[in-house]
């Protein structure tokens, strides 16, 4: 619980060289990051850049540097604990180390993750998710923020949110470059009609009509929408509401995920889990546990059994 973490985890992921100690750097020099307590830096993969004693000092920080998968160990966190009694914990995690290790780690009493930060560099992007996409993949998972620096319209940046919302669909995504955070980012207007009186959401087009709804959730408020998608009915939603949706791949053919939003109707009794259906529904925004804050809900206004379609998986290319 949030509540009974008395030190906070900052945790920082990314693969080496993608901006992981630059962020920090900049972070600790920020006002609003100050603390009178003792900060506590653990380094867990040492890059081109370097954390100047000047600046630890002013920082109040004290640097500890991990070498090795096998010396993160929850004894050597106790022992950091003894030794320095922080105030809050900073974890530049190495890029190679699976993220679930750490997860999974029994912290010091009172330690607690409270943000988990991935960096990308996003001219290198395309090559790491060629090779190592299951390990970028787990890092994102239940990040809270990605931060794509290096950035440039040039590249499909708006592809590579869809790419990170597929997998983790509360996170913030952030592009910069060297001028700062860039805004307009999408490529183009959507394949679908917005303003038609029933937006028609073409099979190939769901998870770009669904990352888009989960970002901008007001822009599709009072919109009716059409389209096909399977019947998941979660033992957690209250009577009469079910998430009709699609599976998307987020790495290969054994790490998929389903995707929909929460849907209510008097006929959700009769539906079929795992069956397809044909919706039409008007979208509202209401605030849900399972949205992490407010997201598109749907209001059924016709629901007719389908075939499955041809191409059941979303992909994000």
């Not at 590579?160 to 509360?170: F, H, L, S, T």
């Not at 303003?195 to 073409?202: D, G, L, M, N, W």
């Not at 998929?256 to 929460?262: A, N, Q, S, Y």
């Not at 546990?289 to 290319?317: K, R, T, W």
Request: charged share 25%.
């Amino acid at each position: 619980m949030e509540e009974d973490i008395q030190v906070p985890v900052y945790l920082l992921t990314g693969f080496l060289e993608s901006g992981k100690t630059s962020f920090l750097k900049f972070t600790l020099q920020q006002e609003y990051f100050a603390t009178p307590e003792k900060t506590l830096l653990i380094l867990c993969e040492e890059g081109m850049e370097e954390y100047e004693p000047e600046l630890l000092k002013e920082a109040n920080t004290v640097l500890e540097v991990i070498d090795s998968r096998e010396d993160l160990t929850p004894e050597r966190l106790a022992a950091f604990e003894i030794c320095h009694s922080p105030g809050r914990v900073l974890i530049e995690y190495n890029g190679m180390w699976p993220v679930s290790e750490l997860e999974e780690m029994a912290f010091p009493a009172g330690w607690g993750i409270v943000q988990h930060i991935t960096t990308v560099d996003a001219s290198t992007f395309d090559v790491y998710m060629s090779n190592m996409r299951s390990l970028f993949m787990e890092m994102v998972r239940h990040a809270d923020m990605v931060l794509f620096n290096r950035s440039s319209l040039e590249q499909p940046l708006a592809t590579y949110r869809r790419g990170i919302k597929v997998a983790n669909q509360r996170a913030e995504i952030i592009f910069e470059d060297e001028e700062g955070e860039l805004e307009d980012i999408f490529d183009g207007e959507m394949p679908f009609d917005i303003q038609a009186p029933v937006i028609e959401i073409a099979p190939e087009d769901y998870g770009l009509w669904f990352v888009d709804a989960m970002d901008d959730p007001e822009r599709y408020e009072g919109k009716v929408v059409h389209f096909q998608g399977r019947v998941l009915k979660p033992g957690d939603l209250p009577k009469g509401e079910f998430v009709p949706g699609r599976i998307a791949m987020t790495c290969c053919a054994d790490d998929t995920t389903f995707i929909g939003f929460i849907c209510k109707s008097p006929k959700t009794a009769g539906l079929r889990e795992g069956g397809w259906v044909d919706v039409r529904a008007k979208i509202s925004i209401e605030h849900r546990d399972a949205y992490y804050g407010e997201g598109p809900v749907l209001e059924a206004q016709q629901i007719e059994s389908c075939p499955p379609l041809e191409e059941e998986m979303v992909y994000f290319n």
